[in-house]
């Protein structure tokens, strides 16, 4: 079957740049006063930090697919399927899987043990200033690259909507994006937060799933005639074969296999969607909201598929390449082409929304560990009180959207699905071997956390910054220079194992022991929950 693919013309987009400032602005109005309303109720830490445990599963499984479908589940998949065809299609695998690994590996365990951070975990059987310290540093730096991500989506989609395609614009566009998160998270706090991601999600898969059946229809419900469609339109049959990102040589190969460990064993590891579990009441919602996040998470990754490779077959890889926001136009692109204006006002709305309350949930993750793990048990060594706290937290959130507004402008053009791919394996090397050291291994001692978490943070960004992601080609942060002596674009492969390895080697030269009560307290609690409400309801 073979179908004529009228053009998209980007230009087209200039005409619709009304239209779809008045839905953004709609959807933020909407948004705020939830917030606002939300935030009414903001009276204590818990309340702002874990939304005063209120949620149900539902509620909090369908806020996490919120949490976990970010701008690069969306508009940065989406593009990599429709350039890279299959390699791109690994990004979706990689994210479901991952998550899977999270929930049956740490989620309900970290929730029956903690109380709002992923530190109060570690520093239950370690020592508690060390530890919290690492802990906060690690999840910042986790947060902050995750956060570049979602700015770059921000500046590439609303550029591609406004016609924006200079350097200074996009800048612009970036600020007023940190700005409106700063705001969001500043009012709401969690709940306010839970809210906005809760509707971003229900909005984001009714949108994705209009599209995947609108393709699917053009093409009389066939998948084969849409991939047809693809290798068309991209006059490259290998656009449905593995290889065409990541087969061409061998340091690609072991760079694919760096991607897949890092999106792997990286969710297990995000503070952001792990602090979710805390938001509800008991152990038995926790599972509920397990169940309910991975329906929605493992459809969703299913319309990837289908609107990668519609937008191959009905846009076209040049015509993407070529729009402002280059990869991650394709999903507005084909929105576009499938419902003209008005279809494209919404999913752009909905992407902004999505970029809006994943940055959301970072940031107040992010301001949660410092003003939680270091300012209250660290220098004010546990006497600083709930308001005080609080205070410290929403400080906190300032100073952080200011740091991701000016990351994000650097990170401008990059594919955000990669970016994501980044922060995944800064997590799974900085987080991950201490979280499961902890939870598994009775001898695992403070040296070892430590050795694990400053060895893994630091081989991880060390790795990035001398990676071509920094510089040496013409796609990296600063095109100009080049001290790339790292081959691969993901650490992963590297900085994973060696923060095992760090773990494992600074507990079995530790001579100091841990209390031997403390571990097998926190044996029983995290695999059974007792003693859990206690702990997390004062």
């Not at 706090?189 to 393709?215: H, Y």
């Not at 991939?227 to 339109?233: P, Y």
């Not at 009905?314 to 394709?330: M, W």
């Not at 929403?394 to 994501?420: D, E, S, Y």
Request: aromatic share 10%; proline share 3%.
């Amino acid at each position: 079957m073979t179908l004529m693919v009228p053009a998209v013309n980007v230009a087209d987009l200039k005409d619709t740049t009304l239209l779809n400032m008045g839905i953004f602005a709609l959807f933020v109005a909407i948004t705020m006063v939830i917030v606002i309303k939300a935030s009414r109720n903001n009276k204590t830490a818990a309340d702002y930090y874990a939304a005063g445990r209120s949620f149900s599963g539902p509620q909090n499984g369908t806020a996490i697919a919120g949490d976990y479908l970010s701008a690069a589940s969306f508009l940065g998949i989406t593009g990599a399927i429709a350039i890279n065809g299959y390699d791109g299609f690994m990004y979706s695998i990689g994210f479901l899987v991952a998550w899977l690994v999270a929930l049956l590996l740490v989620a309900e365990l970290l929730r029956n043990t903690g109380k709002f951070t992923m530190a109060d975990v570690l520093s239950f059987r370690l020592k508690q200033r060390p530890v919290r310290i690492a802990a906060a540093i690690s999840t910042l730096a986790v947060c902050f690259f995750y956060l570049l991500a979602q700015m770059a989506g921000a500046g590439s989609l609303i550029s591609l909507l406004l016609g924006i395609s200079d350097w200074g614009g996009q800048a612009l566009v970036i600020i007023v994006v940190g700005a409106l998160m700063i705001m969001y998270v500043l009012i709401g706090g969690m709940k306010g937060t839970t809210w906005v991601q809760i509707i971003k999600a229900m909005l984001l898969i009714a949108g994705a799933a209009v599209m995947t059946f609108w393709v699917l229809a053009i093409y009389g419900f066939n998948l084969s005639d849409l991939l047809g469609g693809a290798v068309e339109t991209s006059k490259n049959p290998n656009i449905l074969n593995p290889g065409l990102q990541y087969g061409k040589t061998e340091t690609s190969k072991i760079d694919f296999l760096s991607l897949g460990l890092a999106l792997v064993l990286g969710t297990a590891a995000l503070p952001h969607v792990l602090m979710r579990f805390y938001t509800v009441p008991t152990a038995k919602e926790a599972r509920k909201s397990v169940v309910w996040s991975i329906w929605l998470i493992g459809i969703f990754y299913l319309f990837t598929l289908v609107l990668g490779y519609g937008a191959a077959a009905l846009v076209g890889a040049d015509t993407i390449k070529a729009a402002p926001g280059g990869v991650n136009s394709a999903a507005p692109l084909l929105a576009f082409h499938l419902g003209g204006p008005l279809l494209l006002g919404f999913i752009s709305a909905v992407a902004f929304a999505t970029i809006l309350a994943v940055v959301a949930g970072l940031t107040i993750t992010a301001a949660a560990s410092f003003a939680h793990d270091i300012y209250a048990s660290v220098i004010a060594k546990g006497k600083a009180d709930a308001d005080t706290e609080v205070k410290v937290a929403r400080r906190t959130v300032v100073v952080i959207g200011l740091l991701a507004i000016v990351g994000g402008i650097f990170a401008n053009g990059q594919n955000v699905a990669f970016l994501v791919a980044l922060a995944f394996a800064v997590a799974a090397s900085a987080n991950l071997p201490t979280i499961l050291y902890s939870l598994f291994w009775r001898r695992f001692t403070t040296q070892g956390a430590l050795w694990s978490m400053y060895g893994g943070l630091s081989a991880a960004i060390i790795l990035i910054a001398l990676s071509p992601v920094v510089s040496g080609t013409k796609t990296s942060m600063i095109p100009g220079a080049n001290f790339a002596v790292f081959p691969l674009s993901n650490p992963g492969i590297v900085s994973i194992p060696l923060a095992f390895f760090l773990g494992w080697l600074g507990t079995v030269l530790d001579k100091r022991k841990e209390d031997v009560t403390k571990q097998a307290e926190m044996e029983v609690r995290s695999l059974t929950g007792v003693g859990a409400e206690k702990a997390t309801n004062h």
